[in-house]
């Protein structure tokens, strides 16, 4: 059952970011396990236009925001919220942060959050007027591969156009190539590229442009 489970686990990583992408992932994973240390490299995307993306309506999933008893009340998402609950909390009794889940079915099946006056860098939320930020995104694994990111990236989008941003922000590894295509195909393109460095339970930002 154990080996079952880890064999198809890996058909799905393979499936979603190739396999070479797939053995890093393995290989990172072993030295984050047993040296306790690794690095991801990644991207500040943005987006400048001011055009709303073009959406149809989707009869799969609906989208709307979400509350604390959506995420913290639903078992598939504890490790989601592991380690974390507490800015999640934080989050939404706050004016600037929102949440918004996909449902399949009126099961939550994508979670992500849009951040108004603040853009993610160095691991941090650095103030930024007319900059939204979406963040902290999650699909379960077995709701993908149905078109849910790219429908709610488009989605998030429009809605961060609909409430003033001038820009629009989003942090993506770079081993995540579907994300970084969905991305590029609604406007978004690299704005800086740089590397997390965790030796331990220290975290290094190191720019690279």
Known sequence: MLVNGIVNKFKDYVHLYGLRN??????KFFLSNVF?????KAYLMSRKQKTEIQLQSS???TIRPLNQDDLFGDDHWKTYVEGCKDFLLRCFSSDF???YGAFVDDRLAYVTWILYGF?????KLIQAPDVATEWNVYCLP???GRGLHSYVKAWA???MLRNGAQKCCSVTLAYNRPAMKT????GYSVEKTFYIISLGKKKIYKWVR
Do not use: D, I, M, P
């Open 22 to 27: 797939t053995l890093q992932r393995v290989f």
């Open 36 to 40: 306790h240390c690794s690095w991801e």
């Open 59 to 61: 009869n799969e999933f």
């Open 97 to 99: 942060a929102k949440a």
């Open 119 to 123: 853009v993610e860098l160095n691991g």
């Open 142 to 144: 077995e709701f993908r």
């Open 157 to 159: 989008t429009n809605e």
């Open 183 to 186: 991305q590029e195909k609604l």
